[in-house]
């Protein structure tokens, strides 16, 4: 038990140091094409935060946020994700991968994401008709693993139409992980959606959004736990909505103009805390609280739960169903859904 507190103080610390040394920036909200990749793709990872990239098993969605996680245990994996997200969006991801002895184990999935339909009009108010909005990301990667060490890569290339406009992009994960299989301990850093547009909607070229991550897992020894932290915008320190129209919106902000009263309420911004409660071979509970979503969709007079989010998992003979619930406004949610199988 002290090896493992040891072992997640250290990291923590070198976060703590690794977020300080870079400069400030404003907030990141809309500022990237594509921004749909960044979405959870499997009920697993949004029960447990929206990121997970760090827990080394046999459920292929979890590649999907970190190529190095692909690993034998895969092998003829089946992953099918579906999403009931808010205002009648729908989002979902397919993954399956495959073990080849002695050389990778590699993956292909796609990500989509479908907008629904939309009522077009001109200046004036004529209805001019219907129009609808999608966006598609076909990936292909793998992993080889050396010795407690695994690293692993996926390219996309994503398709967006939003109306009559259209774009294609070119984008990169590169990904590295360490685990311990006798302590059951992991931790992996992921450079995510490194690349271009290949076409762009109106001839102005937009970035990707691009993160740096870095995320530890520990599975308890004498406890049916694993707990997670992951660390999202690695890259660069600010990543505060500041809204002019809220004063004091942070539990950390003592009411001081000073940058440095919002040091602690920052830093958290970029950590996801996650946890999974195993109940026997079959049920497995899961919940993270996402601090970044709770102090910029949360409301300031009614907390509703925002930031959290929670789900299970049930084995039923060749099948793992999976529920997660993640919780961005007291108005309401996501709830997704997955099923896996190996054929």
């Not at 109106?202 to 740096?212: A, Q, R």
């Amino acid at each position: 038990m002290k090896k493992i507190f040891t072992n997640s103080l250290y990291v923590f610390l070198f976060l703590t140091f690794f977020c300080s040394s870079f400069p400030a920036y404003s907030q990141i909200g809309g500022e990237n094409v594509y921004e749909f990749l960044d979405l959870s793709p499997s009920a697993r990872v949004t029960a447990l935060g929206g990121l997970q990239i760090a827990a080394m098993d046999e459920d292929v969605s979890l590649a999907a946020q970190n190529p190095s996680l692909y690993n034998p245990e895969m092998d003829r994996h089946l992953s099918l994700n579906t999403v009931a997200y808010v205002a009648g969006i729908n989002h979902g991801y397919l993954g399956f991968a495959k073990d080849i002895d002695s050389l990778a184990t590699f993956g292909i999935g796609v990500q989509y994401i479908s907008y629904g339909d939309f009522v077009g009009a001109d200046p004036t108010g004529f209805v001019t008709g219907s129009f609808s909005a999608s966006e598609y990301a076909f990936n292909i990667g793998g992993a080889k693993q050396f010795g407690k060490f695994s690293y692993g890569m996926n390219l996309k290339m994503v398709f967006s139409n939003l109306e009559t406009y259209s774009s294609t992009g070119l984008a990169l994960d590169m990904g590295l992980t360490y685990f311990d299989e006798e302590s059951m301990f992991s931790a992996a850093l992921v450079v995510k959606n490194m690349g271009t547009q290949l076409s762009t909607y109106n001839g102005t070229k937009e970035d990707l959004p691009f993160d740096v991550q870095l995320g530890v897992s520990q599975r308890l020894k004498h406890l049916p736990f694993r707990f997670g932290i992951t660390a999202h915008h690695l890259y660069k320190w600010d990543i505060r909505y500041d809204d002019p129209s809220l004063q004091n919106n942070s539990i950390f902000d003592d009411g001081s103009d000073d940058d440095k009263s919002y040091f602690a309420d920052n830093l958290f911004r970029h950590l996801i805390f996650s946890g999974e409660l195993f109940l026997g071979k079959s049920l497995v509970v899961r919940a993270a609280y996402n601090h970044q979503r709770k102090q910029e969709l949360g409301v300031a007079v009614k907390g509703g739960g925002v930031g959290f989010s929670y789900g299970a998992g049930i084995n039923i003979k060749r099948f793992q169903f999976s529920y997660g619930r993640a919780i961005y406004h007291i108005a309401g949610g996501s709830h997704h859904f997955s099923v896996s199988t190996q054929l």
